[in-house]
T-cell receptor, first 112, second 113 residues
């Protein structure tokens, strides 16, 4: 079946790196995503990775994909207070539907 | 700003009522998706339309329906509302069917009292 799991909470100090983890069960996932949701706001697409890649870097963001273990991570370098938000991992399965399956979200709290 | 607009931003209504949520996709996007975000169910896919036609269905209740109009905007109709329908309803759009990027609107917060 389709299931995406994330830890609920992560607290880091400003300037440190944050690593948010996600595991998924659908081995046919074609794309995996990270979305950011700030309080009272919509979902902002941060980055995505194709399932045939194992790493993608975009400025302060690094996505690592371990397809064997079905594990995805998002590393935020030099974390700032403005990075405080809920981060959602999502997968898009291979197949007829284009729905995204979202994880529960990880609340990142950045302490000054 | 993703370019996806949703109205209204907030909606408060009573049980048993019917409401319509509206979504305008990004300019040029043909696909529209509806998602529901609630505390107990998380973010769940409801339905997708592509160029006016229903493309995929998720966990959408029979009391809910949607459509996409020729100008590509979409409406989600929720009827016989129950307290448990209180949630954030998001619309997302993508350029083509199967595109890997979905851009989300700011959402409509529905409160059923």
């Amino acid at each position: 079946g389709e299931d995406v799991e994330q830890s609920l909470f992560l607290s880091v100090r400003e300037g440190d790196s944050s690593v948010i983890n996600c595991t998924y069960t659908d081995s046919s996932s074609t794309y995996l995503y990270w979305y950011k949701q700030e309080p009272g706001a919509g979902l902002q697409l941060l980055t995505y990775i194709f399932s045939n890649m194992d790493m993608k870097q975009d400025q302060r963001l690094t996505v690592l994909l371990n397809k064997k273990d079905k594990h995805l991570s998002l590393r935020i370098a030099d974390t700032q207070t403005g990075d405080s938000a809920i981060y959602f991992c999502a997968e898009k399965s291979h197949g007829a539907t284009n729905k995204l399956i979202f994880g529960t979200g990880t609340l990142l709290a950045v302490q000054p | 700003d993703s370019g996806v607009t949703q109205t209204p931003k907030h909606l408060i209504t009573a049980t048993g009522q019917r409401v319509t949520l509206r979504c305008s996709p990004r300019s040029g996007d043909l696909s529209v998706y509806w998602y529901q975000q609630s505390l107990d169910q998380g973010l769940q896919f409801l339905i997708q339309y592509y160029n006016g036609e229903e493309r995929a269905k998720g966990n959408i209740l029979e009391r809910f329906s949607a459509q996409q109009f020729p100008d590509l905007h979409s409406e989600l109709n929720l009827s016989s509302l129950e307290l448990g329908d209180s949630a954030l309803y998001f619309c997302a759009s993508s350029p083509i069917d199967g595109a890997y990027e979905q851009y989300f609107g700011p959402g409509t917060r529905l409160t059923v009292t």
